[in-house]
């Protein structure tokens, strides 16, 4: 079997592939993966964690984009059936699908050293399947990371951050270096844990109006409430919610974006500006 096999990295898919047996040592050890876990690795490359996985668990199946890469891992693993290559867009791919099955009754568990130019929207991506899932673990640039954990009035907080707190816990476990990528990037890592929550702390009686609010909210950030948020809401409004409208956006916490877009989808007034 040949690992790190001959491949250029391809810039377009935003190629940096784990290298160092350490992190990957870590990686095991904070996955903790079991023999019958369903784990889906996205973005495999090379192969130097999938075959770590491999040795403990049944059966993988990895996402990966670059067909070079798909061929050779199918050419590594055919001998074993062990492996399940699909060579697709993980933006594009519909995680129901892996639990079609009557069978297939164990959540599934999402690991990845994801690529720096999709990071973001691919945890968006996964999030709205976040019932199907057990954990997600992810190697991230540790900006992303620090803004996944960011609490309001802080420099990284925004919508990612509201989003991801919405539906999961999350954990940065450690940082990862430079070095230990072909080729280097030029940031430092930070491997994540997300855990969905069995019980949504602040559930939103509308999502696609509790994730317009948001993204509304912080598509102008440097505006007021009031300002950013004038489509909804007037000054009763914000008078009834007890929130001030000079404030800016990034002041406000899960369950206050959660209480505003719930009185939205409760207010008769404003029910013809719900996103469907």
Same mark, same amino acid.
């Given at each position: 079997?040949? %690992? ?9 898919? +935003? ?7 350490? =992190? ?18 996205? +973005? ?11 040795? =403990? ?9 670059? #067909?070079?890469?798909? !061929?050779?891992? *199918?050419?590594?693993?055919? &001998? ?7 060579? *697709? ?5 519909? /995680?129901? $699908? ?5 069978? *297939? ?6 690991? +990845? ?18 019932? %199907?899932?057990?954990?997600? &673990? ?5 900006? !992303?990371?620090? #803004? ?9 907080? +925004? ?13 940065? %476990? /450690?940082?990862?270096?430079? *070095? ?11 491997? =994540? #844990? ?15 109006? /509790? ?10 950030? #440097? ?14 409004? /914000? $008078? $009834? ?36």
């Amino acid at each position: 079997m040949r %690992l790190n096999f001959p491949h250029h990295p391809r810039k377009r898919f +935003g190629q940096n592939f784990l290298r160092d047996p350490q =992190v990957i040592h870590h990686i095991i050890d904070a996955i903790h993966p079991e023999k019958e876990d369903r784990i889906i690795e996205i +973005g495999p490359g090379q192969g130097i964690l999938t075959k770590s996985l491999l040795e =403990v668990v049944d059966h993988l199946e990895v996402i990966e984009i670059d #067909r070079d890469l798909a !061929v050779q891992l *199918n050419l590594n693993y055919a &001998h074993t059936h062990q492996l399940t290559v699909h060579t *697709n867009d993980v933006l594009q791919v519909d /995680f129901n $699908a892996f639990i079609a099955e009557p069978k *297939n009754t164990r959540k599934l568990r999402v690991i +990845g050293n994801l690529p720096y130019n999709i990071s973001t929207p691919l945890i968006f991506h996964l999030l709205s399947f976040s019932p %199907l899932l057990l954990d997600m &673990h992810f190697m991230l640039q540790k900006e !992303v990371a620090d #803004r996944l954990v960011a609490a309001p009035n802080q420099k990284q907080y +925004g919508r990612l951050s509201i989003m991801a707190q919405y539906y999961c816990h999350i954990e940065p %476990l /450690f940082l990862v270096p430079p *070095n230990a990528f072909y080729p280097s990037p030029k940031v430092q890592s930070t491997f =994540v #844990r997300l855990i969905p929550h069995q019980s949504i702390p602040h559930p939103a009686l509308n999502h696609s109006l /509790f994730q317009e609010v948001t993204r509304t909210a912080f598509n102008q950030r #440097r505006k007021t409430l009031g300002n950013a948020l004038k489509i909804y809401l007037n000054i009763e409004d /914000f $008078a $009834a919610l007890k929130i001030t409208p000079t404030l800016r956006p990034e002041t406000l916490s899960v369950a206050d974006f959660v209480r505003i877009s719930n009185y939205i989808h409760g207010h008769p007034k404003l029910s013809s500006l719900e996103s469907t």
